[in-house]
């Protein structure tokens, strides 16, 4: 049954992955209910995703881009049009391992109301572990992962939606310094556990995967820095990025660097005009503040 006026919303944005969407979709509609509802937004697809999907999952509400407009664009589309209390934002390749993630997100949210966002802990593989136990606690983090984390919707209505001319990369960190700025909290729930179904080692060997990845990567932490960072501390920031480029891949050999670190640079010239445009720069007390935050936990490996 699709759901009209859902407390929770899980919203997934896909293309030309059908496989790995149908198998999401079973994965996660144990979950679906009078209060629960999953929107898909296939953005383009060329593969029958449109009507595989809607075929298999009549209880979901799926639209479709004839033409792609791209991820970014999906997501900000889905976030502004539900009317659900919370978001549940995963990726078409990720799905629940935790059994019950709703009542553990409801509870963190009533109990921690300056928290915005909630970003859960990410298992990147494609089998699944023998060893899905930790003992990290929740704490406070700068950012969170695109695969899995939970809106409250109340903290994304208070700043602006993700920039699409990021192109995919960096707007996760967008939103998570947006979010810092208008004093919402963002909270790491290792009790919520996701996994994405994501080989890296495979990922990484793939020339060009790696060097357009690799590019939208350097460029939206730089993209980041002249949007957020006060002005003093912009040129020592690039310089130590690209000194770090340097040291750790260049001078190791890892030529494959250079074109789209070139790249990442002519694109950061290009993109001036919407830097100045929309700087949101925190103050220095803020970016002591924030500084003082736990980095972002991207990638969780299961102890053997």
Request: with cysteine; hydrophobic share 40%; glycine share 2%.
């Amino acid at each position: 049954m699709i759901v009209d006026n859902p407390k929770i919303t899980i919203l997934i944005s896909t293309k030309n992955r059908c496989d790995d969407l149908l198998f999401t979709l079973d994965k996660i509609q144990y979950l679906w209910n009078d209060n629960v509802s999953c929107v898909v937004f296939d953005d383009g697809s060329t593969d029958g995703t449109f009507e595989k999907a809607k075929k298999a999952f009549p209880q979901i509400t799926i639209h479709r881009n004839e033409t792609s407009k791209g991820y970014i664009y999906c997501r900000n589309k889905m976030l502004n049009e539900t009317k659900a209390d919370f978001a549940i934002s995963l990726d078409d390749d990720a799905h629940f391992l935790t059994e019950n993630p709703l009542a553990i997100l409801t509870h963190y949210f009533e109990a921690n109301p300056k928290c915005g966002l909630i970003a859960t802990r990410i298992f990147w593989s494609k089998t699944e572990a023998a060893n899905l136990s930790s003992d990290e606690h929740s704490q406070l983090v700068k950012s969170f992962v695109g695969c899995g984390h939970i809106w409250r919707m109340k903290a994304w209505r208070d700043i602006p939606n993700y920039p699409e001319w990021f192109g995919f990369y960096g707007e996760e960190n967008f939103a998570a310094l947006q979010l810092f700025k208008t004093r919402w909290e963002i909270l790491y729930v290792p009790e919520i556990l996701v996994q994405h179904r994501v080989d890296l080692k495979a990922r990484a060997k793939d020339t060009k995967t790696f060097a357009f990845r690799y590019r939208r990567a350097i460029r939206a932490d730089w993209y980041n820095y002249f949007l957020f960072l006060p002005l003093t501390k912009i040129p020592r920031k690039m310089v130590y990025s690209l000194w770090m480029q340097f040291i750790t891949k260049i001078f190791k050999g890892q030529f494959k660097v250079v074109l789209p670190l070139f790249l990442a640079m002519v694109d950061l010239f290009l993109a001036v005009p919407k830097l100045f445009k929309h700087r949101n720069a925190l103050t220095s007390e803020e970016y002591s503040a924030y500084l003082k935050l736990n980095e972002a936990k991207i990638y969780w490996k299961p102890e053997k």
